[in-house]
């Protein structure tokens, strides 16, 4: 916690970080802060003003803008309280990133060209095409090592003109910088400019788990990593999705590959059975329908089960070129499949019609007319289209 004063509050709008609608509230600067806000790759904290949450700090010059949902009053002194478990988690990730930064230049001579403290996981790009899974396990092993020899993390300030500056690893200071320089130093092995929150020792990293690489920008690698109490939350979850499985597979960890290799075997076969079976229903509906007396200009059928294949045979073995066929799959209250097929120029005028009703998209061409659609239970409106065109194109009429 911290006592500070309120210097100014002002209506403003904040878009929230999952997207949405804008969020009313008003951004406020204060005397001091101990609130991060968010720069360098780390996000910024959250905590209270008093009792009211604040929503996001970021920087604006030389000040940290607090957004609430609540007006301060200018001049007032106020409580400042800190969330600390979000505080203390990216301290862990931040002084994690620099030292696998510098174990990982020092042994292979991979320099970080940028990185991101993400949410669930962390990403440090690498100016490399690629690490191999020998390299990974390697730094790993040595950046646990430090950990566990409790390496002493340091912070300093440098004014703008010393020359040891030249010395620190850094990609640059801000256009709007002013005042001195914030070095984060880890004892013997790194010396890094930092406006970020880090551990006072690497023990409080507790322990670096690096997930392997993904293929990043070109030429570059990244590096995905855990650290602290991130790592713990991760083999919990991996520990319940396990007693989960066993559960389910009836077997032990060991075995749970194995067993769901045989399933995917097994469903591969029936997923073949199906569809088999599905051609042959097709052929036995157009086949039925071709039997009878006096066919009809128009053939309508719906399907809970189905794909477009399964529509295509039955307009392959019926033809089109009489016929009318209005033909969907899929759940009644979902979204589905339709085709339209039959004469050419029926098909053109009607398509677009089609899909219009059934709140889809579709396109066809030489007399189909096929697509997704999204009102299902439309059908009866289509169907009652396709009766009335037929009836305006019949000698009768």
């Known amino acids: ?96 990133q620099h030292l696998v930064t510098a174990i990982v230049e020092q042994m292979f001579g991979f320099k970080t060209t940028s990185w991101e403290l993400g949410r669930q996981r962390s990403v440090i790009e690498l100016d490399t095409p690629s690490m191999t899974a020998e390299q990974i396990e390697a730094l790993e092993k040595s950046v646990n090592e430090k950990i566990r020899e409790r390496v002493p993390v340091l912070v300093r300030e440098l004014t703008a003109d010393d020359p040891e500056i030249e010395t620190v690893r850094s990609r640059g200071l801000p256009d709007d910088h002013a005042g001195p320089v914030r070095v984060v130093d880890i004892e013997g092995i790194d010396s890094n400019m930092c406006c970020g929150t880090h551990v006072s020792n690497l023990s409080d990293l507790q322990v670096i788990k690096l997930l392997g690489t993904e293929k990043g920008k070109k030429n570059k690698t990244n590096l995905v990593f855990l650290a602290g109490n991130r790592v713990l939350k991760s083999i919990e979850q991996s520990h319940s999705t396990e007693k989960a499985l066993t559960s389910l597979l009836k077997n032990g960890p060991g075995e749970h590959i194995e067993a769901v290799k045989r399933l995917q075997s097994s469903v591969k076969v029936l997923q073949k059975n199906n569809l088999n079976l599905l051609r042959d229903i097709a052929v036995l509906i157009a086949r039925d329908f071709k039997s009878k007396p006096g066919q009809s200009q128009l053939f309508v059928l719906h399907r809970k089960e189905g794909d477009s294949e399964f529509m295509n045979i039955i307009a392959n073995e019926i033809g089109t070129e009489e016929t009318l066929l209005f033909l969907t799959v899929g759940h009644e209250k979902e979204a589905g499949l339709f085709l339209l097929a039959g004469p050419v120029e029926a098909v053109e005028n009607l398509g677009p019609r089609v899909a219009e009703l059934l709140g889809g998209k579709g396109a066809g061409k030489r007399g189909r007319f ?28």
């Open 370 to 397: 096929q697509g997704k659609a999204t009102k299902m239970s439309q059908r009866g409106e289509v169907q009652a289209l396709l009766q009335e065109f037929i009836s305006h194109q019949s000698p009768e009429a």
């Open 1 to 96: 916690q911290f006592a500070t004063r309120v210097v100014s509050c002002r209506a403003a709008e904040l878009q929230p970080e999952g997207g949405g609608e804008l969020v009313r509230g008003f951004e406020v600067v204060l005397e001091d802060t101990i609130l991060f806000p968010e720069g360098g790759g780390q996000p910024d904290d959250r905590g209270l003003i008093g009792d009211v949450p604040v929503l996001r700090v970021t920087r604006r010059g030389p000040e940290a803008v607090h957004f609430v949902q609540a007006a301060l009053e200018p001049g007032a002194e106020v409580l400042l309280s800190l969330d600390w478990e979000r505080r203390f988690d990216h301290m862990q990730q931040h002084s994690g």
